[in-house]
């Protein structure tokens, strides 16, 4: 188990940028991949982005390709979220998930294949 906590959210215009934070203690944080998802009110959780070990094994949602990118620091055991141009539909809690690195590339779009989650940061982005 992995024990997950996100920070970075806030408050930002449309076409601003934010740099989400999710900070992992526990088992070997290499040994799993990590996930952003995120979560608007009356709405389904839904994936953002997943990165794996190598740096170009990330995917992305298509709603956000070409304006959130992914990261990992392995040896600070931390992952970010990098938001670009952000718009008003990017409007949610967002929320950092893991999940072992065997296997990952399937249903990686998945939450019901994360094991442990963060309890999420709101990022409002107003018109």
């Known amino acids: 188990q992995v024990h997950l906590v996100e920070s970075g959210g806030g408050l930002v215009q449309t076409g601003g940028s934010l740099r989400l934070s999710c900070a992992a203690s526990g088992r070997t944080f290499s040994s799993y991949a990590m996930g952003w998802f995120r979560q608007a009110p009356g709405q389904e959780r839904e994936f953002v982005a997943v990165r794996g070990w190598r740096p170009g094994s990330a995917q992305y949602a298509d709603s956000v390709k070409g304006r959130f990118a992914i990261s990992r620091d392995n040896a600070k055991n931390m992952v970010y979220l990098q938001m670009n141009s952000l718009k008003p539909e990017d409007t949610a809690v967002y929320f950092c998930?893991?999940?072992?690195?065997?296997?990952?590339?399937?249903?990686?779009?998945?939450?019901?294949?994360?094991?442990?989650w963060g309890q999420g940061t709101q990022v409002t982005v107003s018109s």
């Open positions: 998930a893991a999940r072992p690195l065997l296997g990952y590339y399937n249903n990686y779009d998945n939450p019901s294949e994360y094991d442990d």
